[in-house]
DNA sequence: TAGATTGTTAATCGATTAACAATC
DNA sequence: TAGATTGTTAATCGATTAACAATC
């Protein structure tokens, strides 16, 4: 019980780890779907393209997870991962935008398993408002902020056009919104308050496109 | 001329700042929308959230882009990055995998004005087959190879479910494919011949679920 | 026990930052 | 010219890798 308070306090990992820990863990459940109960690092890195040294040193860090000469026990690994990524609690989280990408992530069965639980779209198109898409109603901006505060939601996406993110972002500055996910091409920070991640599939065309033509 | 074609065979820029360079584009083109023409590496640094001092290491792998005393040359600066990620010149995609996110791609504009051409989406579904979105028919996955080989297809974006991808990809890699975007939370490694580019939504709301956590 | 693999420390590598001379 | 900001080198920082003693 003491212990557990204070890995819980000071488990700060950095971004790198965290990054690769979403990908172990997706790695363990395949495995474990095909009755896998053991893995080594070694046998992981060939599956995952990192090094098993970074292996094992990243799952030092959250604890003495292994068994020496024989190595990680699936379930147990799973289970620390998904405590130390808080995907046991529920997040309540709404997208911005119901264009195309924020409607389609409303049927992203992968969010339901991390308990991303989606309540509601946002936008200002008058033919959207009222609708439902997956069963996730789209509302008015102009509800954003009350409906952040009664509805407990700590995570926002952002899917709107590029030009109208950061004015989005200023509106969320108001708000008790505590992380947001940026699908935009614009630039947002993180602040004081919100943690922000941005993700921009362009940028990621953009990266391929690059190391086509030099490598 | 010269110089030119020694400066395509040699600038093999670190993957971070690759990464960057799509920043500053997308910086930089809404700057010269709002008719600026010049910025600082100390404005930038404000805006994007990265130090001036790599903004000004990042452009100096560029070449000298920046005047002494003033700043950079929102133009110059636009067109060089543009010319170094090939943005000027025309890349056929195909996105693999119909479902939400794949459709939701063909009406991306982001992609036209970075000159990535969708040209099919892939899928096995025949209720989908024939079909078009935004113009963009579906095929089915039988006619994936000789679709590459015919069309120049350089980039295939894979968008199916996450226990099919590795499978998808393994029929990509005895294609003509040079560079793949896996939208998938499934891992899939670079190859000799293919450059693979992942993006994971989950992930990036892992991260901040963690972050919302520990901080 | 012998063989295998972890956990961890120390070495290496690469990326970021600080600082400042050059110069517009 | 004086002021400002670049381009670049050297210093720092942090992340990855190598190596191996501990041990299952």
């Given at each position: ?91 309540q989280v709404i997208i911005i935008g119901a264009g195309?990408l924020g409607v389609?992530l409303t ?11 989606i309540k509601a779209l946002f936008d200002n198109d008058s033919?959207k408002i009222g609708k439902t898409f997956?069963?996730i109603p789209v509302k008015p901006m102009k509800e954003l902020s009350d409906f952040i505060?009664k509805e407990?939601i700590?995570i926002a996406i952002i899917t709107v056009p590029?030009?109208a993110s950061?004015r989005v972002f200023?509106m969320l500055?108001?708000t008790?919104i505590?992380?947001v996910?940026?699908l ?32």
């Amino acid at each position: 019980m003491r212990k557990k308070t204070k890995i819980t306090k000071k488990l700060y990992l950095p971004d790198p780890v965290v990054e690769r820990l979403s990908r172990y863990l997706q790695c363990s459940e395949v495995l474990l779907n095909k009755s896998r109960a053991y893995i080594t690092s070694i046998e992981f890195s060939q599956t995952l393209g990192f090094t098993d040294a970074q292996i094992r040193k990243d799952f030092s860090l959250l604890g003495r997870l292994g068994t020496k000469g024989k190595g990680y026990d699936l379930k147990i690994l799973k289970n620390k991962i998904k405590e130390v990524l808080k995907v046991y609690i529920k997040k309540q989280v709404i997208i911005i935008g119901a264009g195309n990408l924020g409607v389609a992530l409303t049927g992203h069965k992968q969010l339901i398993q991390h308990n991303f639980i989606i309540k509601a779209l946002f936008d200002n198109d008058s033919k959207k408002i009222g609708k439902t898409f997956n069963n996730i109603p789209v509302k008015p901006m102009k509800e954003l902020s009350d409906f952040i505060k009664k509805e407990d939601i700590s995570i926002a996406i952002i899917t709107v056009p590029p030009d109208a993110s950061r004015r989005v972002f200023e509106m969320l500055t108001k708000t008790d919104i505590k992380g947001v996910l940026n699908l935009t091409p614009t630039t947002i920070n993180s602040t004081e308050s919100i943690i922000v991640y941005s993700i921009d599939i362009t940028q990621g065309l953009d990266f391929i496109s690059y190391r086509l033509f030099y490598r």
